[in-house]
């Protein structure tokens, strides 16, 4: 089986110019999770999905920060415009959950997008 | 505060030590999930084991071993007669009902040849 699919791998853009991460979560999850990582702030969540339907974006860094999920198998983060303190390593995860309690099950997580942002 | 603390930012040990990597959760819930991951230096974050609050029987897959006590929060995780390519970050996690899903800040292990 696939894990979680992310594009592109490796992202090279200048300041001020749009950004969009791709991201495939593993079939018949129903949660899907972004990630930045940095060594100075380690890894934050930016946002998660339920069923496609965002619940908690109190992590998105500010307004130029946009994610969609329009179906259960395709997701977005968009960043517009790019900024130097955007590099990162941008990671998504995907997930099952415990149908009676709603607990997260284990994320599994795609292979990233380093962002460099000149 | 931290919802998963892992006091310890970086451990080296020599190859062939046994090493044990501390998780202390804070959770008002009693149905949780806790986790631990290993990032080893290509960057890939890979999943290790789950935990359910209700199991509390300790796990050994290997060289891995992990013990679980829920009187003193503590999700720890220990490996014996260590190796190099045990040289990663490892990250303890915590899920609570209505996934509330939360990372520690993770312990870099490196092991020396």
């Known amino acids: 089986d696939a894990g979680v699919i992310q594009s592109p791998r490796h992202e090279v853009t200048e300041m001020g110019q749009e950004v969009t991460l791709r991201c495939k979560p593993i079939?018949?999850?129903?949660?899907l999770f972004w990630y930045r990582q940095t060594m100075m702030r380690g890894l934050e969540l930016l946002i998660y999905?339920?069923?496609?339907?965002?619940?908690?974006d109190s992590g998105m860094p500010e307004d130029r920060f946009s994610a969609k999920m329009p179906n259960a198998s395709f997701s977005t983060l968009k960043i517009q415009p790019s900024e130097p303190r955007d590099s990162a390593v941008y990671f998504c995860?995907?997930?099952?959950?415990?149908?009676?309690?709603?607990?997260?099950?284990?994320?599994?997580f795609g292979p990233g997008t380093r962002l460099t942002v000149t | 505060a931290q919802k998963v603390t892992q006091a310890q930012t970086e451990i080296s040990v020599v190859e062939k030590e046994d090493v044990t990597l501390d998780c202390v959760y804070e959770?008002?819930?009693?149905?949780?999930?806790l986790f631990w991951y290993k990032q080893p230096p290509s960057g890939e974050l890979v999943f290790l084991i789950r935990?359910?609050?209700?199991?509390?029987q300790n796990e050994i897959s290997g060289r891995y071993s992990w013990n679980f006590q829920k009187s003193t929060s503590s999700f720890n995780f220990t490996i014996t007669a260590s190796q190099v390519v045990d040289s990663a970050v490892y990250f303890c996690?915590?899920?609570?009902?209505?996934?509330?899903?939360?990372f520690g800040t993770g312990t870099s292990l490196t092991v020396i040849p």
């Open positions: 079939s018949g999850h129903n949660s």
């Open positions: 999905f339920n069923n496609n339907v965002p619940i908690d």
């Open positions: 996690a915590l899920s609570e009902i209505g996934n509330q899903f939360y």
């Open positions: 935990r359910n609050s209700f199991d509390e």
């Open positions: 959770t008002r819930d009693t149905t949780y999930y």
């Open positions: 995860a995907s997930s099952s959950r415990n149908r009676d309690t709603q607990n997260g099950y284990e994320q599994y």
